[in-house]
C-alpha cells in the first residue's frame, strides 16, 4: 500500500526571491516525487483619493493573477516532467495564507540566502 506524499507548498508574489524559492522546491519537490503547491496571497489595498481615478474590477485582478500562477504551473510541468503542481490563490495576508496552506504540507526546516539555487 502506497501513501501519497505531503506537497512541498511555497509562496509566490513574482519578486526575484519568490522565484528562488520556487525554484528551490521545485527541486525538493522532483527529488521527493512529492506534489508541488504554489501559493499566492490576494489581498487589495484601497487607497482613496481625492481626485476619481481608474478602478479595476476586483474579479480582474484575481483572473489576472489566476492566469499568472497557472502559466507558472504549466512552464514547471513542462520543464519537470511528471512532476504534479497545483496552485492556490488565496484572500488575505501573505503570512496567514502561506501558513494556512502550509498544514497539509511537508515540514521543511531551511534557511534561505538569495542566491543561485545549487544541487
Known amino acids: ?4 506524499p505531503a506537497p512541498i507548498v511555497v509562496g509566490y508574489d513574482g ?3 519568490s522565484a528562488d524559492a520556487v525554484r ?3 527541486a525538493e519537490a ?17 487607497y ?8 479595476v474590477p476586483l474579479d480582474a485582478l484575481r483572473t489576472t493573477r ?4 497557472s502559466a507558472l504551473a504549466e512552464t514547471l510541468r513542462l520543464q519537470n516532467p511528471g512532476l504534479e503542481v497545483d ?9 496567514e495564507a502561506l501558513l494556512e496552506a502550509a498544514q497539509q504540507a511537508r515540514p ?5 540566502t538569495p542566491g543561485p539555487v545549487r544541487s
Open 48 to 55: 482613496s483619493r481625492p481626485s476619481p481615478g481608474h478602478v
Open 66 to 69: 489566476e492566469k499568472g500562477l
Open 15 to 17: 519578486s526575484p526571491s
Open 108 to 112: 521543511r526546516w531551511w534557511s534561505y
Open 87 to 95: 496552485t492556490v490563490l488565496a484572500g488575505g495576508p501573505a503570512a
Open 30 to 46: 522532483t527529488r521527493d516525487m512529492a506534489p508541488l503547491r504554489i501559493g499566492e496571497s490576494f489581498e487589495l489595498v484601497v
Open 24 to 26: 528551490w522546491a521545485t
Open 1 to 4: 500500500m502506497s501513501t501519497r
